[in-house]
């Protein structure tokens, strides 16, 4: 949902886009209804500019901006021209300054939403992305980038511990380096009665650099969906670990829309390992309008507590949560409009509002 304008200059094409989507599901929270400034600033702006021919021989040129109220993100990537069947490679480079809520944020409202405790990350990457050439079923890519991660105040000052006096990097430092060797592979294979969708996901932390982090962060994504008469059924089970070493930020946060319905984001819990299982059965009520019934349940597996500072322990997150509800699906030209009612094992009731631009269904 937003508006969208192409300019034309020379042979660089500029895209302007308002996005009202990004993140609104999170302000709009029943009962009590958020304030209107709340739902302001959730709403994310994106101005894109592409130039298909940088230097006259096809090379594409991509700046992404991304700006809301209290987070930003700008990338730029720059694709040199390869034939199909080879792999298609892009040079990035990316930095963001977002909230770090999912993790060091407190929940509130029996856990319907996750309150800031004035933590934000800096993150700066640059690196090489290769994409496999596609085939009928299967995806793959890879990337090596070196990453640089400084927690800020809201202020914008480096800060290496919380509230609390906790570490927020796992040197002790005002910053982490890290350089990641990034696997990725996806296979869909979608027919008219089901679909099955699984994606894959290794980061390798290399010790290329000293006092770099060292790890291996594996999660994995497996969906599956069967049409039963005029209904259809979807199922997903989501699983993560890592191993070795590790920052507070790169712990696996569950709850909140995408993950467990009816709580807020992050605030069922945040561990070294993550586990979260999602059903959702849909009805046709009209033309173009859908029905559903869900129900969400997520885990840390008792992996809270080896997290450094053990952050979800102190914010009182239970480690485990369950939510359920139904809601309704507006099939439009745009996307589907969802608006989906949730309940959690503490009886609060969230209203979710969101847009998925990718087409109808979950």
């Known amino acids: 949902m937003g508006a969208q304008q192409s300019v034309n200059a020379g042979k660089a094409k500029v895209d302007l886009h308002v996005d009202l989507t990004h993140m609104l599901c999170e302000a709009l929270l029943l009962p009590p209804l958020s304030s209107s400034s709340a739902t302001i600033s959730q709403i994310v702006g994106r101005i894109s500019l592409k130039h298909p021919s940088l230097f006259g021989r096809s090379e594409k040129l991509d700046v992404i901006l991304d700006k809301g109220v209290n987070d930003s993100n700008v990338v730029v990537a720059f694709r040199r021209p390869r034939p199909e069947w080879l792999s298609q490679q892009s040079f990035v480079i990316q930095h963001s300054m977002t909230p770090e809520i999912v993790v060091h944020g407190f929940p509130a409202d029996n856990f319907t939403r996750s309150g800031s405790r004035g933590v934000n990350l800096s993150r700066l990457s640059l690196g090489v992305e290769i994409n496999e050439p596609t085939t009928s079923k299967w995806t793959s890519g890879t990337s090596v980038k070196f990453e640089h991660i400084r927690p800020v105040n809201n202020d914008g000052?480096?800060?290496?511990?919380?509230?609390?006096?906790?570490?927020?990097?796992?040197?002790?430092?005002?910053?982490?380096?890290?350089?990641?060797?990034?696997?990725?592979?996806?296979?869909?294979?979608?027919?008219?009665?089901s679909f099955l969708r699984v994606n894959f996901q290794m980061e390798q932390g290399l010790p290329l650099v000293p006092k770099s982090l060292t790890f291996n962060r594996v999660k994995c994504a497996v969906s599956k969906g069967i049409k039963l008469g005029p209904t259809f059924l979807v199922t997903s089970l989501t699983g993560g670990s890592i191993v070795g070493d590790m920052a507070p930020y790169q712990a696996f946060a569950i709850g909140g829309l995408g993950s467990v319905r009816g709580y807020g984001e992050g605030a069922v819990g945040s561990g070294r390992l993550c586990l979260i299982g999602n059903c959702e059965y849909t009805v046709p009520l009209a033309k173009n309008l859908e029905g559903s019934l869900f129900m969400d349940c997520g885990s840390d597996l008792g992996s809270a507590r080896h997290v450094p500072g053990n952050p979800a322990l102190r914010q009182g997150k239970p480690g485990f949560g369950v939510g359920f509800g139904y809601g309704v699906h507006f099939n439009t030209d745009i996307g589907q409009i969802r608006v989906d009612y949730a309940m959690n094992a503490f009886s609060r009731k969230t209203f979710y509002f969101s847009i998925n631009t990718g087409g109808a269904g979950s």
Request: charge should be negative; aromatic fraction near 6%; glycine fraction near 8%.
């Open 157 to 193: 000052r480096s800060i290496a511990r919380d509230h609390e006096g906790f570490p927020l990097t796992c040197s002790g430092n005002l910053h982490d380096n890290m350089i990641i060797l990034k696997q990725e592979s996806g296979y869909a294979d979608v027919k008219d009665n």
